[in-house]
């Protein structure tokens, strides 16, 4: 009947109109669903990568270039907080240290050890217990582990210039950046910029515009000066631009000298360090959160300059561990980089990324894991999308995006069938973000839709 078939939407259509409870898609049937998507001529100029498996038995429900090497973005911070949990456990902290040259005490040292979450207020707190030690004096503070400052070097400008960057040193302060939080104001003014206390001269390149207006934040560092460019609609909220610093050092010696002479210490001389270790005689310990909490940052809000701390100290650990542990859990080709996925240098196919999420649900920490993921529609990097659908509160994936590549990779619970791994990524789409965002999450919806026949047969006897 020909014409019956002409009047019917294809099964993506369905989806998008019918509400998640009135309809389901039979497990069967899923393969020829999701080809019938990614055939459209829509994406058709795009690459496509795309595997799905039983979570429970391991079966594959679709393969479509699933050896394939693809950038996956941020997908890349899977392997990274994978590694790290495999090598440390979840209760493994980050110490930083004030320690002293005994008996004088006449050079003490700060020494850091990646500590991602060391803040300006930390820093605060362990200077003042120094101080109640009754030390009000110091000839030589060294300051070990602030260089070198690593920068990956295969990294976008337009990356570094818009914040998303990451300055890793061994010993850090609010995250290598600074903060800004940006007011929009009366049409045609320039932005408000409210700024934490630093020695930066900061000029203010921005305006407020009308609603019609494209929105953009954009900032420049030179040396001391930062130049900050961009524009706000009228009347819309404050935005937060953290600008990662590409010359910390100037900035933490700072921190340094602050934090000091507020719990009356006075530091006569600062003295920069390569070491690693803290002199004999350790003074004051500040411990970072454990590592299961750690990770949140990394999974759930895509933090780029957590994940190259994570990976930074794991290779001053154990160099090359992430790469020997996926190989070792069956994560063949894999080239990677970085820990945050921020290069496109870092290559891995989707195939492996199923497998090392398969992986990830047999550990002891799996429970863990899967609540770092955001949840859709609800929480992280999932929470505006997927509301209202049959995917929300249904799917836990870790999202990934650069410019041309889009990616998601997570698990999915359907209501009438086994929970699913998966990973969709899509490169070269020639699309707007937002659209290739779409197709994957139309393919997300079908799979949170799937069902066993039997399941389907029976619900639709039952409304009769």
Known sequence: MAWLR??????????????????????????????????SPQWQRGQWGIVVRDL???DLLYDYQGEKLFLVASNVKLTTVAAALDYWGVNHTFVTTLSARSPDRTTVRLQGSFDPSFSSQDLQQMAANLAQQGIRQIPVLEIGGVTPVTIEPTWAIEDLTMGYAAVVTRFSVNQNALNLEVVPQQLGQPLALRQPAANFRVVNETRTVAPSEPEFLES?????????????????????????????????????????????????????????????????????????????????????????????????????????????????????????????????????????????????YASLWRRSLPLAGRSGTLRQRFRNTAAQDRVWAKTGTLRGVVALAGYVEPVQDRPLVFSLVVNQGGEATTQLRAGLDRIVVLLAQSETCDQITLRVKSNF
């Open 6 to 39: 002409w009047l019917l939407p294809p099964a993506s259509l369905i989806v998008l109109l019918v509400s998640p409870a009135a309809f389901g898609l039979c497990r069967q049937d899923l393969a020829r669903a999701l080809q019938q998507e990614i055939q």
């Open 220 to 364: 420049e560092v030179h040396s001391q000066q930062i130049i900050v460019r961009g524009q706000l609609h009228g009347g819309s909220k404050p935005a937060e631009m953290r600008i990662p610093l590409s010359e910390p050092i100037p900035y933490l010696q700072q921190q340094v000298q602050r934090a000091f002479a507020q719990a009356g210490i006075q530091v006569q001389q600062i003295r920069l360090v390569e070491t690693a270790e803290p002199l004999a005689d350790v003074l004051v310990r500040h411990t970072s959160p454990p590592l299961g909490a750690l990770i949140l940052p990394i999974l759930q809000e895509s933090d780029n300059f957590y994940a190259e701390m994570l990976l930074a100290a794991l290779e001053a650990a154990q160099p090359g561990y992430r790469q020997r542990y996926l190989q070792q859990i069956g994560v063949q080709g894999a080239v990677l980089v970085d820990g945050s996925g921020l290069s496109r240098q870092n290559w891995l196919t989707p195939n492996g990324l199923v497998t090392l999420l398969q992986q990830m649900a047999r550990t002891g």
């Open 56 to 58: 429970t038995t391991g």
